[in-house]
C-alpha cells in the first residue's frame, strides 16, 4: 500500500465504558492520580497519529457526563450489549471510518504508539481484517497464568492460537524456566482493530467452542476461518481490573513511576 492510499484510509478509535464490573464495579471511574482513569485512557488515545477520531462508546450516565466534563466525544449506548466488542460494534455501524480500534479502558497507561502499531497493520496489508498485539514473555509468572493470555503466530505473523495456557509446550525441556530460555513465548495484549464490514459481521456471529472454553473472544474470529494479523509491541501494559491492580498504579503514580504525559 502506498502513502497516498494510507493516507486516505480513516481509522476511529472507541473505548467502551461499562459501569458494571464484577470485580471492579464502576471502574471507569475510579480515581487515578486525581483523575478519572477514563480520562487517562481518553487523554493517550488522542495523542496517537493515526486515528481521526476518538469515541467513548457507555452505558452508564456519570461515565457519559464525566467524559463530555473533559470535552471528549462521548455516545451512550444500550446497557444490554454483552461485550465490548460488540458495544464498538453498536457505534461503529453509523461511522464513517475504514477501520475501528477497540481501545481497553482498563488500560490508563497505553501508549499511544501501541494505539498506531495496532492501526498501521490494516492500514499496510490490505488482506488483513483484524489486527492485534502481542509481547514477549520474559518470566514463568506470565507464562503459567491463567489470567493472561498467550499466542503463537505463523512466518507471516498471522495468528495460530489464542490460550490461556503457555503455548507451544515445550515437550524436550523440564520445567517452565527453562521452557523460557529455550522457545520464545508471547503474551496477548489486547487491543484491537478491525476494518468496519468485518467488525459488524463478526459481532453477529455465536460465540464459539473454542472461545467458551478458553473465554477468549478473538477465537470467534478464528473458528469463523478468518484470520488475526499481529504485532509485536515492546510496551507492557498495565490492566486495572481488581482492586489489588488499582492499588498498584496508583502506587506507580503516586511514586512518580508514571507521568501524565
Not at 181 to 197: A, E, L, N, T, W
Amino acid at each position: 500500500m502506498n502513502e497516498g492510499t494510507k493516507n486516505r484510509i480513516t481509522a476511529v478509535g472507541i473505548i467502551p465504558a461499562r459501569f458494571d464490573s464484577s470485580r471492579l464495579p464502576g471502574k471507569p471511574l475510579v480515581d487515578i492520580g486525581g483523575k478519572p482513569m477514563i480520562q487517562w485512557v481518553v487523554e493517550r488515545a488522542h495523542r496517537a497519529q493515526l486515528l481521526s477520531r476518538v469515541l467513548v462508546a457507555t452505558d452508564d450516565q456519570n461515565i457519559f457526563s464525566r467524559v463530555q466534563a473533559i470535552g471528549a466525544e462521548v455516545i451512550m449506548t444500550p446497557s444490554r450489549i454483552a461485550s465490548g466488542t460488540d458495544r464498538v460494534a453498536h457505534v461503529a455501524k453509523d461511522l464513517e471510518a475504514d477501520i475501528l480500534v477497540n481501545i481497553q479502558v482498563d488500560e490508563p497507561f497505553i501508549e499511544p504508539k501501541e494505539i498506531d502499531l495496532v492501526t498501521s497493520i490494516l492500514m499496510e496489508d490490505d488482506q488483513a481484517v483484524m489486527g492485534t498485539l502481542m509481547k514477549r514473555i520474559k518470566n514463568v509468572e506470565e507464562l503459567t497464568s491463567p489470567n493472561t493470555a498467550k499466542v503463537v503466530v505463523d512466518k507471516q505473523s498471522y495468528a495460530l492460537y489464542f490460550s490461556r495456557s503457555p503455548i507451544p509446550f515445550s515437550r524436550d525441556k523440564k520445567g517452565h524456566e527453562a521452557w523460557i530460555q529455550d522457545q520464545i513465548y508471547y503474551k496477548h495484549v489486547g487491543i484491537y482493530s478491525y476494518r468496519k464490514d468485518f467488525l459488524l459481521q463478526y459481532s453477529q456471529w455465536e460465540s464459539t467452542a473454542l472461545e467458551n472454553v478458553e473465554k477468549l473472544e478473538q477465537l470467534r474470529a478464528l473458528e469463523n476461518g478468518y484470520r488475526i494479523k499481529v504485532a509485536e509491541t515492546e510496551f507492557d501494559t498495565i490492566c486495572v481490573d481488581t482492586p489489588e491492580d488499582l492499588i498498584k498504579v496508583r502506587q506507580l503514580v503516586d511514586a512518580g513511576l508514571i507521568r501524565d504525559q
